[in-house]
């Protein structure tokens, strides 16, 4: 199984960027998937996920109400689309699979996912 992320880049605070996320190799598309990001200096942190059977949808407090987690089963890819960026959201975003289904609240966790992606940095600054 291999993940790539793309998408990153520099943005101005306030605009908006979409993370792709394309998976290879899985033999299923019922898998779910997390996005991550660590800053500089910082512990790598969840920030939302989706569930594979039911595209159930989890967001971390620091991105809810301005970022989307959204999938394209018939192309293997989750997208995650991020607005009304802050430089606060500079990081290096990272996707991450899990072939078994969880409940909601454990998507969070980056133990349960198997295969993660090599990250795609994202930079907020005017």
């Known amino acids: 199984v291999q993940l790539q992320a793309s998408g990153g880049g520099l943005v101005q605070p306030g605009g908006s960027l979409r993370l792709s996320c394309a998976a290879s190799?899985?033999?299923?598309?019922?898998?779910?998937t997390g996005w991550f990001r660590q800053a500089p200096g910082k512990e790598r942190e969840f920030v939302a996920a989706i569930r594979g059977a039911d595209r159930h949808t989890r967001y971390a407090d620091s991105v809810n109400g301005r970022s989307t987690i959204f999938r394209d089963n018939a192309k293997n890819m989750v997208y995650l689309q991020v607005n009304s960026l802050r430089p606060e959201d500079t990081a290096v975003y990272y996707c991450a699979v899990t072939p078994r289904t969880y409940n909601t609240g454990s998507y969070s966790r980056e133990t349960i996912y198997t295969y993660w992606g090599q990250g795609t940095l994202v930079t907020v600054s005017s």
């Open positions: 190799g899985l033999t299923s598309s019922n898998y779910g």
